[in-house]
């Protein structure tokens, strides 16, 4: 498969509480980035990080990113119930085409 | 247009009919992907333009699958023969900073083939 693998594959948290997601991807890349995806939706945007970044912060999102060892992890501070999703990573390769390559995904059940 | 617009939103096709589905990208950009979403799987990636040059065809699943973009800026995936394993949610996505800026997805064509 092209794709990358995230874990956890699964997540329950009560609102209030910190989620953490982790991402490997296996190409070098230009930029890794998070997407969200409620259930039956497109997907949405949330945070690019370049390859010569380690960390970034977007309101109560934080990304991290190490590309020696090809891995991501996001970051959800206070989670609410509006948070419950399916979240992807993303890597853009570093190749003429800027293939984007997702992995399998993270879905989140964030409990009121 | 204000985002990506697909069409149809879903779509039946009995196996063996022939379907197209089209993607409007926002104005202006310059790259237009499409990806493939099984049931509870990341997107897969299919194919790749740049304007109306087709870069990237790599996630092509097979000769029945062929995309086109002749003006750059319609696009469309035409699946022919369609088999059951076809059934999925075709996404497209555009994006117009150069060739590593986010992505823009629509809303997705949902294909049931029967």
């Known amino acids: 498969s092209q794709q990358g693998e995230e874990d956890p594959q699964a997540l329950s948290i009560q609102e209030g509480e910190n989620a953490t997601m982790n991402c490997s991807y296996k190409t070098s890349i230009n930029n890794l980035q998070w997407y969200r995806q409620n259930s039956g939706r497109g997907l949405v945007h949330l945070i690019l990080?370049?390859?010569?970044?380690r960390e970034k912060h977007s309101g109560r999102l934080r990304v991290t990113l190490d590309t020696s060892k090809k891995s991501s992890s996001l970051l959800i501070t206070a989670s609410r119930a509006a948070d419950t999703a399916s979240y992807f990573c993303a890597a853009r390769g570093s190749s003429n085409t800027g293939k984007l390559i997702f992995g399998q995904g993270t879905t989140l059940q964030v409990k009121p | 247009g204000a985002g990506v617009s697909q069409s149809p939103r879903y779509k039946v096709a009995k196996r063996g009919q022939d379907v197209a589905l089209r993607c409007d990208p926002i104005?202006?950009?310059?790259?237009l992907f499409w990806y493939q979403q099984a049931l509870g799987q990341g997107p897969e990636f299919l194919t790749y333009?740049?304007?109306?040059?087709?870069?990237?065809k790599s996630g092509l699943p097979s000769d029945r699958f062929f995309a086109e973009r002749p003006e750059g800026s319609v696009s469309t995936l035409k699946i022919q023969r369609t088999q059951q394993e076809d059934s999925a949610v075709y996404l497209c996505a555009s994006s117009g900073t150069g060739l590593y800026g986010e992505a823009f997805f629509g809303q997705g064509t949902r294909l049931t083939v029967v």
């Open positions: 990080i370049r390859s010569n970044e």
């Open positions: 333009f740049q304007n109306e040059a087709q870069l990237d």
């Open positions: 104005s202006g950009h310059v790259s």
